[in-house]
């Protein structure tokens, strides 16, 4: 077998280790859900040099697991963004591995336009070029008095050797 042949042999075959994300420094698990909860923050999958995040549906949510910015949804936007932002570098990547986002708005005809100017004006801070891939979906949210909700996935490179050479 050639050397190429054994490489992707290898990588065919190596395990994929993955682990929950989360970062209790900017927010916490829900006090009101059943414990221990039956889901993660997000879920990290590393394989071969290539790191995978899979943000769950993180939205205006402190470091206690309260909602916060009731009623206001520039505020609970700019919230859940820092929210992601932070299980984000909890893991040692930015919004510049962001590669998709699916939001949830609870009213999509009334917050549409506001949710759009909130994104791009944070895209914008944060330099993103190319945009994520995105979706959004009017939805009813897992509590009432939240207005958005976003998923993310990220995608990064662990393996410093592999990137030198490119």
Known sequence: MSALAEILEAIAHAPIEKR???NHGVLNEAYAYAKPS???RGMRIDLNGLSILLISGTASIDEYG???HIGDF???MRRTLAN?????ASE?????DVVRTTCYLRDIERDYQAFNEERTAFYKEQGL???PAST???????????LVEIEAIAMFRTDKTATAKE
């Not at 992601?84 to 984000?88: K, N």
């Not at 040692?92 to 510049?96: D, F, I, L, Q, V």
């Open 20 to 22: 929950a994300v989360t």
């Open 38 to 40: 039956s889901f993660s």
């Open 66 to 68: 309260k909602s916060v």
């Open 74 to 76: 520039r505020a609970q």
């Open 84 to 88: 992601i932002t932070g299980l984000l």
């Open 92 to 96: 040692g990547c930015s919004w510049h």
């Open 129 to 131: 070029d190319p945009l």
């Open 136 to 146: 959004g979906i009017q939805a009813i949210l897992c509590r009432p008095e939240l």
